[in-house]
Structure formats: structure tokens, C-alpha cells
């Protein structure tokens, strides 16, 4: 029998599985670091006092605070993200009609309908016509 004790470093493999492991979880552990002082700053129900608290207690105390956070007020994590996404996605929305405009060629067709009518009635010549919905048009 052999008295030597074999660890998992001692195989190649397993010393590069354990490596990725540690480094998942550390990457893991920032990601919720960081997701959990995001919600602190972003949840508008919360007072100042509270947030300060709680930004002290993760910081002071990391894994713990982080840990408790999770318990107290992770119920309402997914609530305050979907919120925040759903605000974002309303103010791109309002951007977009404000730079595009909101009259989606409505008002081009009655300006055209218009110009139309104008040239069936003879107020203008075909040439006033084409050149009038050409700028329409441009």
C-alpha cells in the first residue's frame, strides 16, 4: 500500500478543471456583486439611509452582505430589472418618434392628393406638377 495521498493537482486535468472552476466562480461572484449594487442604486423606494446601509454592509462584508441582500429584497430583483428595461425601451421608443417623426407619410399623401387635384382642375401645368412632387417626394 502506498502512503502518498493524490490530489487533485496531481492530475493535469483535474488541476485545469479546478482552475476554471475557481475562475467561474470568481467571475460568478462579481457579476452578483456588482447586479446586487446596481439594484441598490436603482430601486427608487428605498431611502438614502437604506441604500448607504446597504452599499456598506457588501462592501464591509461582502460575501455576507451580499448573501443577506439576496434574502431580504431578492424577490424584487427581477421586478426592478424588468421595470428599468421596460422604461429604457419606452424612452428609446420616444426617441425615435421624436427623430423620425410621428406622421409616418400621411402627410405627404394628402400633400400629393392635393397637388393632384390642383393640376385635374388646370391651376397648374404638368411641369408646376412634377416639380412640386419631386420636392414632395425629396
Known sequence: MSDQLFLAYDYPVLG???TVMWI??????LVLL??????????????????AAWIL??????FLGVLAYVIVRGDGMGKR????????QAAFN???RETVGADDGSANVDRLAKLSDLKARGDISEAEYQRAKEKILH
Open 34 to 51: 456588482f447586479r446586487v449594487i446596481t439594484d441598490v442604486f436603482r430601486d427608487h423606494d428605498m431611502s438614502g439611509p437604506a441604500k
Open 57 to 62: 454592509f457588501v462592501i464591509v462584508v461582502p
Open 16 to 18: 485545469a478543471f479546478w
Open 81 to 88: 430589472e424588468i421595470r428599468h428595461a421596460r422604461e429604457q
Open 94 to 96: 420616444d426617441y425615435l
Open 24 to 29: 467561474f466562480l470568481w467571475i460568478f461572484w
